[in-house]
């Protein structure tokens, strides 16, 4: 595997009673500049806390940029818009689905990563939105947490996400003039996004840091757009596992690999690397759970084991291979991932942290994962494996009305 740069400092952040005290904690500190991008941004209890921070360091002279996705996000409440607007909180919808939904393929191309950089010294990335962890938009009261993670960064890559963000902030507002057929605006906001990739970028001085912070670390921020990045999230995965000598553990949402990576996790399981899939068993989506069940057994039949998660919501998107290599992001490894949304992961090569991952990963397979058993699997019911079989078609469907291959 190539050779991370050094120099970061990445605290593992389990769920909303990690996630969401620290990024807080951030925007409280910030001194000139917050910029964050969420697919749901739900304005109910913890995301309340969010919010409202945004618009405290906005009332203190802060420049606050807010972008969140428009399926994700399709409306932001009338109350909480005037209150953005009254503190000069700078906020985007992205790509609203207007009249016609869904219907047009280019909207599928979704805004689902979840970043935030504050002061272009502090750095959030992960696949957990602003979203209460007892609270899910269909399914309503949790009685458990929702399974995610995120991470909390300093060092190099933060100027990088920095940099991204404000590129795709000028891209909002360049489009947006463009459309009102305003050239001088347009042009204004190219030189604010140069001046933005520029200026607030602060390097946080490296300290000692609390129990559970890996310093001086090896990370990478590795992004997926439509443009330059197509394919390096797949790539990243696809390099790891093939290098893997011992062991694979991957905690997936909604996992739907392609070929190359399905073929790659059966060539580790043959020759003997352990592999171990914890994924959804309480689903939250029809489609993707069914489209899912397909690729199992030939996982299955190669060694793979494969563990459902039912506590509660499972929404990880992390690895850890080797003990050493890690990845926490919000991509998930199906079509909608991998080929169509911009997503963001941080890989990290230490032990330390990989370790940390590890132990959460095996404690919810222990305690909150049920084991396939082949044997079972591959006697399911006719209805549910026709169920499968429909939803693995209407999967692919879309994916060819999407002009891409998988």
Same mark, same amino acid.
């Given at each position: ?86 503190? *000069? ?60 993670? %995120? ?23 360049? *489009? ?7 050239? /001088? ?24 840091? /609390? ?118 992001? *919000? ?19 230490? %032990? ?55």
């Amino acid at each position: 595997m190539p050779q991370l740069p050094s120099g970061h400092q990445v605290l593992l952040l389990q769920g909303g009673e990690d996630f969401f005290p620290a990024l807080v904690e951030a925007i409280d500190r910030s001194l000139r500049e917050v910029r964050m991008e969420t697919y749901i941004f739900s304005i109910e209890a913890s995301g309340e806390r969010v919010a409202s921070a945004l618009e405290r360091a906005a009332l203190r002279g802060v420049s606050v940029y807010l972008v969140v996705d428009g399926v994700g996000t399709p409306d932001i409440p009338l109350q909480w818009k005037e209150r953005f607007n009254a503190a *000069s909180v700078n906020w985007r919808i992205f790509s609203p689905l207007g009249r016609l939904g869904m219907l047009i393929p280019s909207r599928w191309r979704r805004l689902h990563r979840k970043l935030c950089v504050v002061d272009g010294a502090v750095a959030f990335c992960g696949g957990i939105n602003v979203l209460d962890d007892y609270f899910d938009p269909n399914h309503g009261t949790l009685e458990a947490p929702r399974f995610d993670f %995120a991470v909390r960064v300093t060092g190099p890559m933060v100027q990088e996400m920095h940099e991204t963000m404000a590129q795709f902030w000028w891209r909002l507002q360049a *489009s947006r003039k463009a459309r009102q057929i305003d050239i /001088p605006a347009v042009w204004r906001a190219l030189q604010e996004a140069v001046t933005a990739s520029q200026v607030g970028v602060t390097p946080e001085v490296a300290t000692p840091g /609390p129990d559970g912070l890996a310093c001086n670390t090896r990370a990478d921020l590795v992004l997926r757009d439509n443009v330059r990045n197509r394919s390096r999230i797949e790539r990243s995965y696809r390099t790891a596992i093939g290098e893997a000598t011992e062991e694979i553990i991957i905690a997936n949402a909604y996992f739907l690999p392609g070929r190359k990576l399905r073929q790659g996790l059966i060539h580790a399981a043959r020759r003997g690397v352990r592999v171990r899939l914890l994924l959804q068993g309480r689903y939250e989506y029809f489609m993707q759970y069914h489209a899912a069940r397909p690729v199992y057994r030939a996982l299955l039949a190669a060694g793979v084991e494969i563990h459902e998660y039912s506590v509660s919501f499972l929404h990880a998107k992390v690895a850890v291979i080797d003990r050493h290599w890690a990845t926490v992001g *919000s991509s998930n490894l199906d079509p909608l991932s991998l080929l169509l949304a911009r997503e963001a992961n941080v890989v990290v090569d230490d %032990a330390f942290f990989a370790q940390d991952l590890r132990a959460r990963l095996e404690h919810a397979m222990v305690h909150g994962g049920a084991r396939v058993d082949p044997a079972v699997d591959a006697n399911r019911p006719w209805r549910q494996r026709f169920l499968d079989r429909v939803a693995f078609g209407l999967m692919r469907s879309l994916l060819f009305l999407s002009g891409n291959r998988y």
